[in-house]
């Protein structure tokens, strides 16, 4: 079985900035970040490759986070600046094979870790 772990969530205020990190235990080409908000349907965050670290972004954390892997760490990380409580969610790690932000792309998850912004 495949295990993803998830670290780094927790409380933070708004404008202030939170570093999630996910450790794999292979190195997979697609490694993502989507995210679950109260009430609402799972949207995908954020993904990077692990050959040309290629990422792509939600129009909706652009310009705020930043995606970034270390391939001798498996590791994935997700750098999230100026959050604002709208960010507010579960975030889970995902691995897969196709460089999208599609939730039907990933064959692995990690359990989520929460991230709350409020003041």
């Known amino acids: 079985q495949v295990h993803l772990v998830e670290s780094g969530g927790g409380h933070v205020q708004p404008g202030g900035s939170l570093t999630l990190s996910c450790v794999a235990p292979?190195?997979?080409?697609?490694m993502a970040w989507f995210r679950q908000a109260p009430g609402k349907e799972r949207e995908g965050v954020s993904c990077v490759s692990s050959t040309d670290l290629s990422t792509l972004y939600a129009d909706s954390v652009k310009d705020r986070f930043t995606i970034y892997r270390d391939k001798l760490k498996n590791t994935v990380y997700l750098q999230m600046n100026s959050l604002k409580p709208e960010d507010t969610a579960v975030y889970y790690c995902?691995?897969?094979?196709?460089?999208?932000?599609?939730?039907?792309?990933?064959?692995?998850w990690g359990q989520g870790i929460q991230v709350t912004v409020s003041s």
């Open positions: 995902a691995a897969g094979r196709i460089l999208r932000l599609f939730e039907y792309d990933y064959e692995y």
């Open positions: 292979l190195d997979f080409y697609a």
